[in-house]
Structures are given as C-alpha cells and as structure tokens.
C-alpha cells in the first residue's frame, strides 16, 4: 500500500502541533490563568484542559491506527474496529467551551481548534467505516 493520504499526515501534523501546545499549556500557563480564578471557575479550566486532551488523545490514537495501515502493519478492517475507534463522543463531540469568557483565551483557543478537529476526524472515520464495510 502507499503511504497515507496528505490529509492523513496533515491532520496527523495538525494534532501533534495541538498535543504539544496542550501540553505546554498545562505545564506552564494554566496554573498561572488560575491563580486569579474563584474555585469554580479553576474546576471549569481543569475539566476544559481535560476536555482538550480527550479530544487529542483519541484523534492521535486513529491517526496512528491510519499510519499503522498505510505502513503496511494492520488491515483497514482491524484498524475502523472498536480497539482504535474514536470514543468519548458526548464529551468530546460537546462544542461548548470557545464562547466562555470565562475561560482563558488560550484554552478556549484550544478548545476551538481541538473541537473542530476531532469532528473532521469522526467524519473521516465515519467515511473510512463506510468504505470498508
């Protein structure tokens, strides 16, 4: 088989690029966003943070199942399977988070992009499930 599709490796680019802006988000920046924050709103940053790294943690996994088929390593019929579907749809489907200005910018920037992200990578998996059923 060829390699991946240029989408495949720019939505794989794209959500390494957010996986580390997360990451250093959550290292270096939300604790001093929260600092200034009531208790409330400091629980509503950390369950976002979360939200963000549930939505990239699972684009990464499929995309990494997609590579694993383009390399050669696994069926598209192992791959669109339960073990490497997308999942925590409610929750990472749910697009509320970019319009409370409550939230720090840079999450709600991230929010926004990681949001739009895994719901162009459902669709793509929806599209893949098609395909190969």
Not at 81 to 105: K, M, Q, R, V, Y
């Amino acid at each position: 088989m060829s390699g991946p599709s240029p989408f495949i490796d720019k939505a794989y680019d794209e959500t390494m690029s957010l996986l580390v802006e997360a990451r250093n988000y959550v290292a270096f920046q939300e604790g001093v966003d929260q600092r200034s924050l009531a208790p409330s709103q400091r629980l509503q940053v950390s369950y976002e943070s979360m939200r963000v790294t549930s939505r990239l943690t699972q684009v990464m996994a499929w995309m990494l199942a997609q590579k694993a088929v383009y390399a050669g390593e696994m069926t598209q019929a192992r791959a669109v399977g339960e073990e490497f579907a997308l999942s925590g749809g409610d929750i990472c489907s749910d697009p509320s988070g970019p319009d409370n200005a409550d939230l720090p910018t840079g999450l709600r920037s991230l929010l926004e992009r990681s949001h739009s992200l895994y719901m162009r990578v459902s669709r793509l998996e929806d599209m893949v499930r098609q395909a190969v059923a």
